[in-house]
């Protein structure tokens, strides 16, 4: 066997903000052993093996990809006689920023009636390395849900001294990054100030 196998060629590129789905034609050669999957960054020389697949895969979902980096594909059908012939064509992908980040967990709200204030406390675990802070909102029986404060990343408690007297409150905590991403507003907390 002295004859390449016929090249594999892409159909199919679909991309999400944490995965690049690959689909193609796979050779039709019938001594076709493997296919292998190559990858890179965008304007790198060296490709590297990804992953090698059998004979009849036509599709791979490759998760190990970062938001907004663009990547290239190319796959290679390998024979018996270990001859390879690689997609005449590589294909890009770049996979993106949806722009929503996970909400905050867990808020409370408690009415400490010696100093007259309320403390919220809550949880965030964010899920990848970038700037951000969270925004209060406050409902009271005189204004609806609306934003109220600021609070530094560094911090998952806020106390609200500023209060317009006794009834029920309502918080509820928003994430927002520098990058003008942002989580849904939280569940909301409800507490209510005495008279006192």
Not at 144 to 171: H, I, N, W
Request: hydrophobic share 35%; charged share 25%; proline share 5%.
């Amino acid at each position: 066997d002295k004859v390449p196998p016929e090249a594999p060629v892409f159909m199919d590129v679909q991309v999400s903000d944490s995965s690049v789905m690959l689909s193609w034609a796979a050779s039709t050669s019938e001594d076709v052993q493997a296919h292998v999957l190559y990858r890179r960054v965008s304007e790198q020389k060296r490709w590297e093996p990804l992953i090698t697949l059998s004979r009849t895969a036509d599709r791979y979902v490759d998760k190990g990809v970062n938001q907004n980096t663009m990547y290239e594909y190319l796959i290679e059908a390998l024979d018996s006689s270990g001859y390879r012939t690689p997609a005449e064509l590589s294909v890009q992908a770049r996979p993106y920023d949806t722009g929503v980040r996970s909400p905050v967990t867990g808020l409370r709200a408690s009415y400490d009636e010696g100093e007259r204030r309320v403390i919220l406390s809550w949880s965030y675990s964010p899920r990848k390395q970038e700037s951000f802070y969270y925004v209060v909102y406050r409902a009271t029986a005189a204004s609806a849900l609306s934003q109220y404060k600021s609070v530094s990343s560094t911090r998952q408690t806020f106390l609200d001294a500023e209060l317009v007297g006794p009834g029920t409150y309502e918080y509820a905590i928003k994430v927002m990054t520098e990058s003008g991403a942002q989580s849904p507003l939280s569940e909301r907390a409800r507490v209510t100030v005495s008279s006192r």
